[in-house]
């Protein structure tokens, strides 16, 4: 065997029993154990900041050429590679083309930089490895879950000691559970909710356990329906196809210029339901931080106007509900402790890596509407929190949470939401002082929309236009913002969103705007004034200035 054999033989890898072994029990030496310290330190200090040296947001190549490197649909029988080169690979192959969320200049997304510490809470809650659908495989983490659904059901519905006292550690009852995500969360939530319109009652097993049209024709309805204003999120939708009343049931309310939900069309619409009674309302549903504006609905009136006619409040707090931490803005809040149910990401303001949703119940018997027993996993009255969720195996989201809060404190996450509703604020005077920009809708929260308007367009249309010229102007405008905002992603410095408005859902009147959401407390106004600049920018060279 010549020399050159003898290399290639020892680079060929293997799948051996011995190997296996050492990759679950132990490192086979010191030096193995150092390598791979070395590589958790490479992903600590390593990725985000060379991902903020070399890429900015991320690497300009595109979507077609990306997808041609990875069309092998093969898996190899033994090892491709070590884990060294593995991880050398995400780093320095695989992360650059994806997208820096953490950079400060990455304004377009409820997705941004999270704390350090969250990386190694992240690590250890993989390490233990725990199954939080059931004590025998989580014992005091099913416990500690429980103590912190019952600490963030307090920052929401803030009931008295002795609630708390009764239900933290209660098995019987519920306060809210983790689950996925926001999408999951409403799902769970409006689940709940047809579970107790359409409940079991003489005779009649209820909805979970009978169907749907048996569930009709027992309450002697032909449909079922949920109300949102048109800013819901489109989890709503699939919820309704999931709960088996179709994604058309979730009727739309129309909106405020504030794009909150208008009270006199949902007073309207609830009282025309009710004229026909085949039609039952499972819920009517406030968002406190809609997905596109950062717009909140007025809370209060509308669980008033629920507890009137009897129907499940569901607050959609999945971006919103952390600004109960800031003293200064969660009055904007107001009426969330009147909900019946409330959704809350964690991986949104809770600054949690992905992913973490969370459902909260004012009443901690309603969730026995959901609850399932397997008799070897969890019996009635056990802690197993798998009785009454959705998802069955996960992992413990809480331990994360509980450090967070922990380490944070309510006051350094107000430093956070405050830092953010400030910053929107100052943007939204810069975009006001430029000529060039029209803010569209003001933030509310830390959101904001605007869009690239030359000052030619500006007067035309504040001039008495007809109505054909103003649509024209305003099909101009869409296309000039949809090339802006393509063209500034796909250069990888900067990233703003972007939606389409139409408030009084007029097709002429579709709106295309640009969306900042500011949750990185590096992105200051500096920053985002360098935005506007690039966008100006892009505009000038891509439009002569008659466009
Ligand atoms: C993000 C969001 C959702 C969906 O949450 P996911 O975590 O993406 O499933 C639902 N509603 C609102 C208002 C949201 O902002």
Redesign the pocket.
Known sequence: MNKQNIAKESTKLVANWKALHRTFIRLEDGAARATLVKYMEQILFGLHDFLQEHVGITEEISLKALSERYKNTKISENPERKLADVITNLIRGIAPNAVNVASPYFVGH?TSAIPFFMVHLKTIVAALNQNVVKLETSKVVSIIEKQILAKVHRLIFDNSESFYNKHVQNTETTLGCFV?????A?LTALWVARNSLLAPRDGFGGVEKEGISAAFREYGIERAVILVSRMG?Y?LRKAAGILGIGSRNIIAIDVDEKHRTDMTMLEKTISEINKDSKTGIISVVG?A???ETGSVDPLSNIAELCAENGIHFHV?A??GGPILMSAAYRHLLNGIKYADSV?I?G??QFYMPM?C?MVYFKNPEIMNTVSYHAKYVNRPGSVDLGIKSLAGSREANSLILDSALKIMGTKGYALLIDHGIETAKKFAAEIIKRPFFQLVTPPELNILTYRICPSRFRTELAANIDANRKNQINKTLNAINRTVQQIQRETGNSFVSRTTLNPRNIPEEETVVLRCVVMNPMTDIKILNEILDEQEKIYKSRFKPDA
């Not at 996925?180 to 999951?184: A, D, F, K, P, S």
């Open positions: 409820m996925e995500g926001g999408t999951t409403n999120h989890s968002i931080g809609s997905t959609d999945a971006w959704t990401d991986h949104k992913s949703g």
